[in-house]
């Protein structure tokens, strides 16, 4: 299978979407977005690569449970003609246990008229079966708004399902995610899929229907996302 009929798919929506946006109050928006990634060897393991000609040894090497990153992204609204917002992200994760990751994150997060500095903190939780993943992240926010002087805070679960297809470079996928602040404020749901690209980068494509609560609106969201680990 080839990536390029699902790329002329999600290509073909933009139309529909764009007539979609001239209904009601929807919005038709792109997001963006790149993320770099680095996971730490095992030090002990590391000091044999480093004095090892071996080629076997240095393939046996083992990720320890750390890993450090940065992601970029950009989102833009109003049938893609404004900037929503854009955030550079740099992270830390920690890998507990096979089913369990923590990660930490700072945000430089703005907004056409807002600067805000944010921390988030993530829990996820997966179980994998086959080629089935069903993952939960639940994720804390406390932001900082520069111009007004206030704090503010938000939970954001998000529950993926994501199917590795068979001896394929594809991973298509379903998620949910909602943005709670004492309720619920708006829900994103996704579908999209997950291309291995090879030597650890990879490229996601998906569709993006959000429901924003108390409101008419209705967002349409097409999103590329590209990841690269070290």
């Not at 790149?34 to 083992?62: C, G, I, M, R, W």
């Not at 970029?72 to 929503?84: K, V």
């Not at 980068?201 to 990841?227: C, E, K, P």
Request: include cysteine; charge should be positive.
């Amino acid at each position: 299978m080839k990536p390029e009929p699902i790329i002329l798919f999600l290509v073909s929506l933009m139309p529909m979407l764009v007539s979609a946006q001239q209904e009601r109050d929807n919005d038709f928006g792109i997001w963006g977005s790149v993320d770099v990634s680095y996971t730490f060897k095992k030090k002990a393991e590391a000091d044999t690569l480093a004095h090892s000609d071996n080629p076997a040894v240095k393939q046996s090497s083992k990720p320890s449970r750390w890993s450090i990153g940065t992601r970029f992204e950009y989102r833009s609204r109003d049938l893609s003609r404004q900037t929503n917002l854009w955030f550079v992200r740099p992270y830390v994760g920690f890998t507990a246990t096979k089913w369990l990751r923590f990660a930490l994150y700072y945000d430089y997060f703005k907004k056409p008229t807002v600067y805000q500095h944010r921390i988030l903190f993530d829990a996820t939780e997966s179980l994998s079966k086959g080629g089935l993943t069903v993952s939960l992240r639940e994720r804390f926010i406390v932001a900082y708004a520069t111009s007004s002087d206030k704090w503010s805070w938000l939970l954001r679960p998000k529950l993926t399902a994501k199917y590795h297809i068979g001896d394929t470079r594809f991973s298509p996928y379903v998620a949910c995610e909602l943005y709670v602040n004492r309720h619920w404020t708006m829900m994103h749901n996704f579908a999209g899929v997950n291309i291995n690209l090879g030597k650890g980068s990879s490229l996601d494509l998906f569709y993006m229907f959000g429901l924003n609560n108390g409101t008419n609106r209705q967002d349409h969201i097409l999103g590329v996302g590209y990841g690269l680990k070290l």
